[in-house]
């Protein structure tokens, strides 16, 4: 038993349909979440004036408190510069912080501190 060929306008609302079918789950994908653009530029504002203002306050070339202590923790790594105007011992604190200690040659060896 054979099916008899569809007609010519049976066709074209089928065509119409499955088309309109794939467009409505186009617009459905299409759809984005609420625009969260304000609050990330609210983020870089913030972030951009802490960069700021870390910039605009003075370097802590020396980071050993008042007292002359320290910071706490590991060493990093050492340099020692002589021969220069100022001669020195630089230490590089895990942190990131540094510390100069000044230097000078006595009897053929150096002392820092």
Known sequence: ???PAPSKPAL????????AVGLAS??????QPP??????????ELRLQQLEQ?????????SADPAGNPPAGVVKSL????G????RL??????????????????GTWACG
């Open 54 to 62: 870390r910039l605009a306050a003075p370097a802590r070339t020396n």
């Open 84 to 87: 220069s105007q100022d001669d």
């Open 35 to 44: 625009d969260k653009t304000p609050e990330r530029l609210n983020r870089v």
């Open 1 to 3: 038993m054979s099916l």
């Open 90 to 107: 630089r230490i590089y604190w895990a942190d990131g912080t540094s510390t100069d200690l000044p230097c000078t040659k006595e009897q």
């Open 79 to 82: 340099t020692f510069r002589m």
């Open 12 to 19: 074209t609302v089928l065509a119409l349909g499955v088309a």
């Open 26 to 31: 186009c617009l459905k994908t299409a759809e």
